[in-house]
């Protein structure tokens, strides 16, 4: 305690404040109000790790359950999405993962962290046929049929007719 008391008057006197010895504990309360918000933003980010950490080895309703609390604890904070966003990509929990970079994308905030995550998690598109014709090829070397399905009806709506995407729908088919 009495170290407490000592930081706390060597923090006044920094400030060029002189404190009564009443003084002190009415300051520390009001130091430990500020810093309170941090405080709770910090502990339900690390309770959404361990929600998500939980959700990675259990399958069903109890994956769901436990996905679902670990966006409850960390929605409407962007920090938090974007950690959520990464510990769910990291473990294997796309939908999680997706559902986490909406409400990122949603809350208008960290837009330049949104776009990188947008990118690791493959939902960025790209802005040539040729880059969606290699992107395409890599999904079907993957054995992501569906995502290159998904992938290659999108491009040839953009794309309409371009040769980089000729064959490539008969490969899908084959």
Known sequence: MR???KTIEDVVNALGLQLEPWMAPAFA???ALMVLPFWKRNFGTKSMRKRVQAASVVHGE????????????VD??????????EEA???GMRPLAERALAALDASGKRRSEAKALRLKLGLQ?????EAEAV??????DAGLDERARERLDAAERA?????ALDGLRERLNQ
Request: glycine share 6%; proline share 2%.
């Open 29 to 31: 309360i009001c130091i």
């Open 76 to 85: 409407g904070n962007p920090f938090g999405l974007m950690v959520l966003v």
């Open 3 to 5: 170290y407490m008391t």
């Open 135 to 140: 992107a395409i090829e890599n999904f079907l």
């Open 62 to 73: 109890e994956r769901a359950r436990l996905s679902a609390e670990a966006f409850a604890l």
């Open 159 to 163: 794309f309409r007719g371009h040769e």
């Open 89 to 91: 990509h990291n473990r």
């Open 125 to 129: 598109r790209l802005t040539t046929a």
